[in-house]
């Protein structure tokens, strides 16, 4: 295993990675398939029949990849953007791309959105409890599975400050991104939207998606 090839985790893998070191993946198997957040309009027709999109409710859109659903005509444009396949061919490997949209993706998809959320609140919460650098420290660990080196550490550590900072001077800002994030009453809109920068980082590390 220490001498495996390192290569990017497929789309699926991805995805379920990210829910899993959130603690927001649902685990329940069978049924039928499920419909996360994409973006509107990709199921619209010219002709023939218009298909509804609507997300799946409560956890359910937040089940394993393998129960996504599958429209080879309009196929789910997070896991195209990290190569899965079209379906529209036989395809017998799939191509490792590197590519701004796979960035951008991390970025903005609403299921990394909500997954960095989680991982901000937990932190949030944690840090109110324990320093700044014990909250670094096993928020790295959730998610990269080992512990930062005195340099990572040490960034994530100003990066934390520096955000702090930026969300005190833009109060605005920090209610807006926290709008819909029941914090508690001891966590402020600041402090989540600081995590939140730092959660960010981690999750879009290359490291974080790449079998190691």
Known sequence: LGRGPRLRMDAEMIRDNALAVSGLISLKPFGPPIKPYQPQGIWTKVGGTNYEYTVSPGGDRYRRGVYVVIKRGAPYP????????????????????????????????????????????????????????STI?????????????????????????DQHVAATASPQTANRLAKDVQLPHDVSPVDFSAWYSVATVMMNLHETITKE
């Open 78 to 133: 997070s896991f195209i953007n990290f190569d899965v396949s079209g379906r529209l061919t036989c395809t017998t490997q799939r191509s490792r791309s590197n590519t701004p949209l796979q960035a951008l993706t991390l970025l903005n998809d609403p299921v990394y959105v909500e997954a960095i959320k989680a991982i901000a609140l937990r932190a949030a919460t944690d840090g109110k409890h324990q320093s700044l650098e």
């Open 137 to 161: 420290d096993q928020t790295f660990r959730h998610i990269l599975a080992r512990r930062p080196n005195e340099s990572e550490s040490d960034t994530l550590a100003l990066l934390y400050r």
